[in-house]
């Protein structure tokens, strides 16, 4: 089986955890309480095919704390990763700019290309700007970037991206 391990990675407070427990199906956390180093989730999808055959795969997320004291365990983190999804609040200006970071150590210095990478605006419900696309600088701006949103209960109405 094929083991793919996708790091979750951005600035505090963007909603990197609430990502990977609608991804995994895990259960939702009602309050917010920062990731402290990291959560890693497991779950399978025994449906996907490779070369046209019906080999499975695992997927492992790994949902990365984004407070900088956690800096040192990084390159452990990264290690044998497969892709970064960095999520960040575009109605935060400072966010912008520390993507570009994230973007630096987990995709530059780890050699990965740019297609093993994704930007993801995450926006909480009500603000309004889900669909703009922010100034992103170079090379943040040749990355594929998905808009997402809970809207009210995610069992009830679902995600939107």
Same mark, same amino acid.
């Given at each position: 089986m094929l083991i793919a391990k996708i790091l979750f990675v951005g600035p505090c407070e963007t909603g990197k955890t609430v990502w990977a427990n609608f991804l995994t199906k895990s259960?939702?956390?009602?309050?917010?309480?920062?990731?402290?180093?990291?959560?890693?989730?497991?779950f399978?999808?025994?449906?996907a095919t490779s070369n046209n055959k019906g080999?499975?795969?695992e997927s492992e997320l790994w949902d990365c704390g984004?407070?900088?004291?956690?800096e040192s365990f990084w390159p452990a983190l990264m290690k044998d +990763?497969?892709? %970064?999804?960095?999520? /960040?609040?575009?109605d935060i200006p400072s966010h912008l700019k520390e993507i570009e970071m994230w973007y +630096?150590?987990? %995709?530059?210095?780890? /050699?990965?290309?740019?297609?093993?990478c994704l930007l993801t605006a995450h926006h909480k419900p009500g603000s309004g700007s889900d669909k703009a696309n922010p100034a992103l600088?170079?090379?943040?701006?040749k990355l594929k970037l998905v808009h997402s949103n809970l809207k009210g209960d995610?069992?009830?109405?679902?995600?939107?991206?």
């Open positions: 259960s939702d956390i009602a309050e917010y309480n920062p990731t402290q180093g990291v959560r890693i989730l497991e399978e999808n025994p449906y080999t499975g795969y984004g407070d900088p004291k956690f +990763s497969y892709g %970064v999804v960095i999520i /960040f609040n575009a +630096s150590c987990f %995709v530059q210095q780890q /050699f990965l290309q740019d297609s093993q600088a170079p090379p943040l701006n995610r069992k009830r109405s679902g995600w939107s991206s």
